[in-house]
Each structure stands twice: as structure tokens, then as C-alpha cells.
């Protein structure tokens, strides 16, 4: 599955979430980081729902 990943650009970092997995979300000061940290979560927030039973949404974009 591939999710659109939202990245903005804050003051003094970045922040990341994924419009499909609401709570996804990684924040980190270089766009290198970000792009790091926002995989993780994913991965993590994924392997929970399934721990949880949950259903895996389809990326909607």
C-alpha cells in the first residue's frame, strides 16, 4: 500500500502525518529526518491496528 504523507514546514522543523491513518503522525528537523520518521510511524501505527484487530484502511489517494 503506498499512503499520501502531508510534510509541513513549522519554524524550526518539520512536522508529517498520513490523512488515512488519523494519529499518524512524526515530526523532525530536516526533510531527510522527516521522511525517516514518517515511515516508522507508519510501520508502528500499522502493526498496532492489526494487534488491535483493527481494519487496514485503503489509501484513499
Known amino acids: 500500500m503506498c499512503y499520501a504523507v502531508v510534510i509541513e ?3 524550526n522543523n518539520y ?6 491513518l488519523p ?3 512524526a515530526t523532525g ?10 515511515q516508522e ?4 501505527h500499522l502493526r498496532g ?8 484502511p485503503e489509501p484513499s489517494s
Open 9 to 11: 514546514k513549522a519554524e
Open 41 to 44: 510511524a507508519i510501520q508502528l
Open 49 to 56: 491496528m492489526r494487534e488491535d484487530g483493527l481494519q487496514i
Open 29 to 38: 528537523q530536516t526533510l531527510e529526518e522527516i521522511e525517516t520518521q514518517i
Open 15 to 20: 512536522a508529517a502525518y498520513v490523512p488515512d
Open 23 to 25: 494519529g499518524c503522525v
